[in-house]
């Protein structure tokens, strides 16, 4: 058995919400027996009380490069995910080591996300739709902010794509980890409150969420299966991006992707119908 020991937890600030960040600490090492990892992403020196680690980077490197700061600096194999406005409801994280200690092919926990009505918003089931919030299972991607990673897993797969800076991160890393043989479950009783937000609070959110889309699938998915994804997702953004200043940045994201070299490393046709089966299809 892993043992509680072996989860640390890893959380992102700009530094902007001190009374959140030490409420989110507080949550995943209320009595101090789990190391927490404070990354200040480009917003100056944070200190909380407590003997936590801090890493400070002197500019915005984006969220998963981030991440992957904070993933290297905890020593344990296995590193918890938190947003530094979030916090983990339920202080006892034996469930999420239970899951990685059941099943050795288990690479991600994705934990569920409620909001101030107690909701779980669209984006945030790991499912097309948003049926089933509370329904656990094995699923094909997982929420960046609320979830558990098994190093030996990411590391295998080579971690995160940070170049993506923000949005969709965890889709691009999810479809490489499956394609590899791991596994991720949604534990839909073991909630994370975090308020409801919006792409658009981050100043250019839409822009590279419709760059992302296109950089994710030329990246990472074979060509018949990418050039639908882009496709359906050039339709589908437009859609949903608020009209006006909104839909045209998703729009001007979505050229802007076709517009760098991106290294092609399409996962396997099995893992296609893989990720189909899971309810997941990466065609959109």
């Known amino acids: 058995m892993c043992g509680q020991s072996s989860l640390s937890w890893v959380i992102l600030t700009r530094g902007d919400r001190r009374s959140e960040l030490r409420v989110a600490a507080t949550s995943v090492s209320e009595d101090g027996s789990a190391d927490v990892v404070i990354v200040s992403n480009g917003g100056g020196p944070v200190q909380l009380p407590g003997t936590h680690h801090h890493i400070e980077s002197a500019s915005n490197v984006g969220i998963p490069a981030a991440r992957h700061l904070g993933l290297?600096?905890?020593?344990?194999?296995?590193?918890?995910?938190?947003?530094?406005?979030?916090?983990?409801?339920?202080?006892?994280?034996?469930?999420i080591v239970a899951a990685f200690d059941s099943d050795p092919t288990l690479a991600v926990v994705s934990l569920r996300i409620i909001d101030e009505q107690g909701e779980t918003s669209r984006r945030h089931v790991p499912r097309l739709g948003e049926a089933h919030a509370d329904r656990a299972g094995e699923v094909a991607t997982f929420l960046g902010g609320a979830c558990a990673i098994r190093r030996e897993?990411?590391?295998?797969?080579?971690?995160?794509?940070?170049?993506?800076?923000?949005?969709?991160?965890?889709?691009?890393?999810?479809?490489?980890?499956?394609?590899?043989?791991?596994?991720?479950?949604?534990?839909?009783?073991?909630?994370?409150?975090?308020?409801?937000?919006?792409?658009?609070?981050?100043?250019?959110?839409?822009?590279?969420?419709?760059?992302?889309?296109?950089?994710?699938?030329?990246?990472?998915?074979?060509?018949p299966v990418a050039l639908v994804h882009v496709a359906a997702w050039l339709v589908l953004g437009t859609i949903r991006a608020p009209a006006g200043e909104c839909r045209r940045s998703y729009l001007q994201g979505w050229m802007d992707g076709w517009r760098s070299a991106i290294e092609h490393r399409p996962i396997r046709w099995r893992t296609v119908w893989r990720l189909a089966q899971l309810g997941r299809p990466p065609v959109i």
């Open 72 to 95: 290297e600096r905890a020593n344990t194999p296995l590193v918890g995910f938190l947003d530094d406005d979030a916090a983990l409801l339920a202080p006892d994280a034996g469930p």
């Open 153 to 223: 897993a990411y590391e295998q797969v080579g971690g995160y794509f940070t170049e993506l800076f923000y949005g969709h991160e965890e889709l691009e890393l999810s479809w490489r980890l499956i394609d590899a043989g791991w596994r991720i479950r949604y534990l839909a009783d073991v909630t994370v409150f975090h308020p409801r937000t919006e792409i658009s609070r981050h100043a250019d959110g839409w822009r590279l969420t419709g760059r992302n889309r296109v950089w994710i699938a030329r990246r990472t998915l074979p060509w």
